[in-house]
């Protein structure tokens, strides 16, 4: 039977209702080319009901979560909201979630197809220190299709204090991440594509193949500097950017 984007949105939009976001009659039965086309009318649909595109995200970028994930190309998913450093989340408002420590990058003016680095360079106003927060709804190495037709795992990014890019080098950026104090990972830049622009290079010349653009203002989740960490009830995360910033955030433990 030939694929119907229409019919994958609609039944992926009815398990939703049902809190079902790996629906089992989709597993193994779609192309990463269709789940991303069941994705983005996914998100039409959440922002006719009154949600609001603010981004993407670029993911899969760096080895290590590669390697975590079993799986060695980018992908693209979109990001609906943020929230400020030190946002604290309730144990109840996410589903078995997680962190990467990424730099967001926001975008000035639109960008679509085959650009460069300095293209990209010369459009990027604002550089964050941020946390993508995902949720693991399902089994992303089984099914990643089906993973990204849900949205790649986003559920919200956590953002420092923008500062601009400049003469930066976002390749040679160190960082530091801490879990409750205590340092669980480092990572550079270079680990993203080699250069976190490259990220949004990749994505500007992706979208177009499904009738999408980097709009003027997007924010850009550039990808992972390390692999993906968990978050537990009563769990405080830090993330430190060498030259660019730190941002926070913690999980409340209703235990204490």
């Keep these: 039977m030939a694929f119907d984007v229409q019919s994958a949105i609609d039944s992926f939009w009815a398990a939703r209702d049902r809190g079902i976001y790996f629906p089992t009659e989709w597993f193994d039965r779609l192309t990463l080319d269709e789940a991303y086309r069941?994705?983005?009318?996914?998100i039409d649909r959440r922002c006719k009901a009154g949600e609001r595109q603010i981004g993407w995200k670029v993911g899969l970028t760096a080895k290590p979560i590669q390697q975590q994930f079993g799986f060695h190309e980018p992908v693209f998913g979109c990001v609906l909201e943020s929230r400020r450093s030190g946002h604290v989340f309730r144990p109840e408002d996410l589903?078995?979630?997680?962190?990467?420590?990424?730099?967001c990058l926001r975008v000035s003016q639109p960008l679509a197809g085959d650009i460069a680095v300095a293209d990209v360079r010369r459009e990027i106003d604002a550089?964050?220190?941020?946390?993508?927060?995902?949720?693991?709804?399902?089994?992303?190495s089984a099914q990643i299709a089906v993973a990204m037709a849900d949205n790649a795992q986003q559920k919200t990014i956590i953002l420092g204090s923008p500062v601009p890019l400049g003469e930066l080098d976002l390749d040679s950026v160190a960082a530091t991440i801490q879990i409750n104090g205590k340092t669980v990972a480092t990572g550079r830049g270079d680990a993203v594509l080699g250069n976190p622009l490259n990220s949004v290079v990749w994505l500007a010349r992706k979208l177009?193949?499904?009738?999408?653009?980097?709009?003027?203002?997007?924010l850009i989740m550039s990808?992972?500097?390390t692999r993906q960490f968990p978050i537990t009830p009563g769990d405080r995360?830090?993330?430190?950017?060498?030259?660019i910033g730190n941002v926070q955030t913690a999980m409340q433990d209703y235990s204490n």
Excluded at 95 to 103: A, D, S, Y
Excluded at 237 to 243: K, Y
């Design 38 to 42: 069941v994705q983005l009318g996914l």
């Design 95 to 103: 589903i078995k979630p997680g962190f990467e420590p990424e730099l």
């Design 127 to 140: 550089v964050y220190p941020s946390l993508e927060i995902i949720e693991t709804r399902g089994d992303l």
């Design 208 to 218: 177009p193949e499904f009738g999408r653009g980097i709009r003027a203002g997007d």
């Design 223 to 225: 990808g992972s500097f």
């Design 237 to 243: 995360v830090d993330a430190d950017f060498v030259g």
